[in-house]
């Protein structure tokens, strides 16, 4: 597989509390030199990235971020909010109590309420693998695949683990086909993210696999 290829899947992504505008000048500079799929970034950058990346690529945000307990109306504002400010993707958290105590029927109406609050904007729903059994694991594919939206995603990257090939195999083999599996949290090497990609991850949130191609793109001119 092409390092391009790989790349062409990755949501370059920054998330750190103390992200400043100059580092989201940085990173929207290398997702666009390096051909990523979208920038994703916190909700209160989202209205400056958008005018500088000037539709060089697509702007994502996170609603519910990290911890997914906001009530349903307030990830229905945030996501209204990114939208108006030029959000191209909106990647957000269930709320992982209501599927602990088995309110699944809760969990699918807040994504159906974050779906129609998109306006018609990618949607991907983060599950947070790391705290789900297996059982919640696949009863989660059957709601998203139910949901309209257009991705499930393993992790946020911010709770006790990322994500993991068996949850992608697992994900692959419950969700419909339909609907689209991103791998995120813990994407360390180009090998991990052919791998992800291999076993059916159609995008991948990471933060260092730009860095591995510049490190290896300045070693090689080294030479």
Same mark, same amino acid.
């Given at each position: 597989?092409?390092?391009?290829?790989?790349?062409?899947?990755?949501?370059?992504?920054?998330?750190?509390?103390?992200?400043?505008?100059?580092?989201?000048?940085?990173?929207?500079?290398?997702?666009?030199?390096?051909?990523?799929?979208?920038?994703?970034?916190?909700?209160?950058?989202?209205?400056?990235?958008?005018?500088?990346?000037? %539709?060089?690529?697509?702007?994502? !945000?996170?609603? /519910? &971020?990290?911890? #997914?307990?906001? $009530?349903? +109306?307030?990830?229905?504002?945030?996501?209204?909010?990114?939208?108006?400010?030029?959000?191209?993707?909106?990647?957000?958290?269930?709320?992982?109590?209501?599927?602990?105590?088995?309110?699944?029927?809760?969990?699918?109406?807040?994504?159906?309420?974050?779906?129609?609050?998109?306006?018609?904007?990618?949607?991907?729903?983060?599950?947070?693998?790391?705290?789900?059994?297996?059982?919640?694991?696949?009863?989660?594919?059957?709601?998203?695949?139910?949901? %309209?939206?257009?991705?499930?995603? !393993?992790?946020? /990257? &911010?709770?006790? #683990?990322?994500? $993991?090939? +068996?949850?992608?195999?697992?994900?692959?083999?419950?969700?419909?086909?339909?609907?689209?599996?991103?791998?995120?949290?813990?994407?360390?090497?180009?090998?991990?993210?052919?791998?992800?990609?291999?076993?059916?991850?159609?995008?991948?949130?990471?933060?260092?696999?730009?860095?591995?191609?510049?490190?290896?793109?300045?070693?090689?001119?080294?030479?």
């Amino acid at each position: 597989m092409e390092i391009s290829e790989i790349l062409s899947k990755v949501d370059h992504t920054l998330l750190k509390q103390d992200a400043t505008s100059d580092d989201i000048i940085k990173i929207c500079d290398d997702a666009i030199e390096y051909g990523c799929a979208s920038v994703c970034i916190p909700p209160s950058y989202v209205s400056f990235a958008k005018k500088y990346v000037d %539709g060089k690529i697509a702007v994502c !945000t996170v609603i /519910g &971020f990290p911890n #997914g307990y906001n $009530t349903k +109306e307030v990830k229905c504002f945030e996501t209204e909010n990114a939208v108006r400010n030029g959000a191209d993707e909106i990647d957000m958290v269930i709320n992982i109590g209501a599927v602990k105590e088995g309110h699944f029927g809760d969990v699918l109406d807040e994504i159906k309420a974050v779906r129609k609050s998109c306006e018609g904007k990618i949607l991907k729903v983060i599950i947070e693998t790391c705290l789900l059994n297996e059982e919640e694991k696949i009863r989660m594919c059957k709601i998203v695949s139910e949901s %309209g939206a257009d991705y499930i995603k !393993t992790s946020t /990257g &911010f709770s006790t #683990g990322g994500a $993991t090939l +068996e949850d992608i195999v697992l994900m692959k083999n419950n969700c419909s086909p339909k609907l689209h599996i991103k791998a995120a949290g813990g994407i360390s090497s180009l090998s991990d993210a052919k791998n992800f990609i291999d076993a059916g991850a159609e995008r991948l949130g990471t933060s260092r696999i730009i860095k591995i191609v510049k490190n290896e793109k300045t070693e090689s001119l080294s030479y």
